[in-house]
């Protein structure tokens, strides 16, 4: 499985963002993409994650409320719109894909087999 990243840019604190991620074929009925981040200097953390079959949705804390992910069955695409973009959420995100993935593991890097090229999210001041 290919991914393609796209969406990132420059914005200032407070406005939006939408990073989408396009597969390039969906292996199976529990197919599971995801977005990642790496800040400068920082270790990858997971973002979201969303699981085709049932439509099931993880968000880590820090992005609630405010990061929404989703997707498009038609295109086996999904989507992260960020809203309310503070400087601290400049990175570069990943897009991860797995044929399956239990629930426990989903923002577990190691989880996800395939990865896209990241795309790079800045905040400014």
């Known amino acids: 499985v290919q991914l393609q990243a796209s969406g990132g840019g420059l914005v200032q604190a407070g406005g939006s963002l939408r990073l989408s991620c396009v597969a390039s074929?969906?292996?199976?009925?529990?197919?599971?993409m995801a977005w990642f981040r790496q800040a400068p200097g920082k270790e990858r953390e997971f973002v979201a994650a969303?699981?085709?079959?049932?439509?099931?949705?993880s968000v880590t804390d820090s992005v609630k409320g405010r990061f929404i992910i989703s997707r498009d069955n038609a295109k086996t695409a999904v989507y992260l719109q960020m809203n309310s973009l503070r400087p601290e959420d400049t990175a570069v995100y990943y897009c991860?894909?797995?044929?399956?993935?239990?629930?426990?593991?989903?923002?577990?890097?190691?989880?996800?087999?395939?990865w896209g090229q990241g795309t790079l999210v800045t905040v400014s001041s």
């Open positions: 074929r969906r292996p199976g009925s529990r197919f599971v």
């Open positions: 991860a894909s797995s044929s399956s993935v239990i629930h426990s593991q989903l923002a577990s890097q190691t989880a996800y087999a395939n």
């Open positions: 969303l699981k085709f079959s049932g439509n099931f949705a």
